[in-house]
């Protein structure tokens, strides 16, 4: 919960944190989508650190304390009235790097300190209060920024959010000492790289995980340049932009138990399409609307449809997986998708020029809907299909404007003997 208040007061807010310091939309929005890839890069070393370090509680203390110390330049220069853009994207990947290097040690380690019995039951509360604690967060930085917005204290109202980040990531790490460590670190089996690409007409997961990226460049084209486009083109306040972020997440944890079912009945693929689908089309709206209630139509269906894409990408993930390989797959993954990521937002800003107005973002976001239905294609290459549809836990990882949040699945919250029947 300590965790879930961090990402709702913390890194959420980095790209309007730029617009605040005078940023041009193109570094407003390289901000939300480079730094991922620093972290992710960096990840990929983590397992074999945290095996060095031979204590997961350690190796995660270690990376919280990181986070911490990476809001206190942006604290400070909140504070001054000024801080270089490159020191906000340093301690964004500081930030990040920290944040995805604790990422797949804890869901290792989260699943040793739980016996299985009850790993279902402990991951479901867990979700709900994580949940809750989340959207409390997003409601207190909505009232402090809106309560220092246009006065001579609004960058004060970024240090105070900031502040209360650091502070509550911060209060995590006594519970983290207090969790112990396992007697001894399950080995994983460890897959290369490159044999997404040697294997992709053999093994199923490479197929899945081209679509994934190839959506995901698509939609990093003009995903992270939404921050800039409403705070500074639709003038939106700090309250709507904070409401916005906070209707397409809550659409999309309130539609996750109906998405289930349909997994459950209709199966995972047809989740697939409706997500892919939807998430294609999700951002050609903004081109027009700029009524309000228009706006958080838009976000609640985003919300919903990228629930759709995540939930059934997870369920075919963890169907295609070897249990030996998940760790280093998905780390692989998170590489890949967050390099996915920074090259389409590269794109996105080279076409949107230094310079952008109305036109500019209508030709990023209507580019951005073409490469998605482009990418749609490679859908039909998507053969796997899960046996039985099962709950899957994940944790939230930030929270984004036309995707709701950015969620990484937790294996071992799966009743693996459910699974089997």
């Excluded at 041009?24 to 480079?34: I, K």
């Excluded at 040690?105 to 040793?112: E, H, I, K, S």
């Excluded at 207190?140 to 900031?162: C, D, M, N, R, S």
């Excluded at 209060?171 to 000492?177: H, M, T, V």
């Amino acid at each position: 919960m300590t965790y879930s208040f961090m990402v709702g007061t913390g890194e959420t807010y980095f790209a309007a944190f730029a617009v605040a310091l005078g940023s041009s939309d193109r570094t407003a929005g390289l901000v939300a989508a480079v730094p991922p890839l620093v972290g992710a890069t960096l990840q990929l070393f983590a397992p074999v650190l945290a095996a060095r370090v031979s204590s997961p509680s350690r190796w995660i203390q270690t990376c919280a304390t990181l986070q911490v110390l990476s809001f206190v330049p942006m604290i400070v220069g909140a504070l001054l009235g000024a801080l270089p853009m490159w020191v906000l994207f340093i301690v964004a990947g500081v930030y990040w790097t920290a944040a995805l290097g604790a990422g797949g040690v804890w869901n290792t380690w989260v699943g040793l300190c739980f016996p299985r019995a009850i790993r279902a039951r402990y991951f479901g509360i867990r979700s709900r209060l994580c949940q809750a604690t989340l959207l409390a967060a997003l409601v207190i930085a909505g009232v402090i920024l809106q309560a220092t917005h246009g006065t001579e204290w609004a960058l004060a109202g970024f240090a105070a959010l900031f502040t209360l980040a650091a502070a509550a990531r911060a209060a995590s790490i006594p519970f983290l000492r207090r969790q112990r460590d396992p007697a001894e670190w399950p080995a994983h089996k460890g897959v290369p790289l490159w044999h997404f690409l040697s294997a992709f007409w053999h093994r199923a997961d490479a197929r899945l995980l081209a679509l994934l990226l190839a959506m995901q460049v698509a939609v990093q084209m003009g995903q992270p340049f939404l921050n800039p486009y409403l705070l500074k083109q639709l003038d939106v306040s700090p309250a709507l932009y904070l409401g916005l972020i906070a209707a397409g997440f809550a659409a999309k944890s309130l539609a996750l138990p109906f998405l289930g079912n349909h997994a459950k009945t209709r199966g995972a693929r047809s989740l697939l399409a409706i997500g892919a689908v939807g998430t294609a089309l999700m951002i050609l709206p903004w081109i027009w609307v700029d009524w309000v209630p228009g706006m958080f139509a838009i976000q609640a269906a985003s919300g919903v449809f990228q629930g759709a894409w995540e939930l059934a990408a997870f369920l075919l993930f963890l169907e295609t997986i070897p249990s030996e390989e998940r760790t280093s797959v998905m780390t692989g993954y998170f590489f890949l998708s967050s390099l996915a990521m920074a090259a389409g937002s590269l794109v996105g800003a080279a076409i949107l020029g230094a310079s952008p107005d109305p036109s500019s973002y209508a030709l990023v976001f209507g580019i951005s809907t073409g490469v998605r239905l482009l990418a749609l294609g490679l859908l039909p290459f998507v053969h796997v299909e899960v046996l039985r549809a099962i709950p899957i836990i994940s944790s939230t990882l930030a929270v984004r404007l036309n995707a709701g949040s950015i969620e990484t699945p937790i294996p071992d919250s799966i009743d693996e003997r459910g699974k089997r029947d």
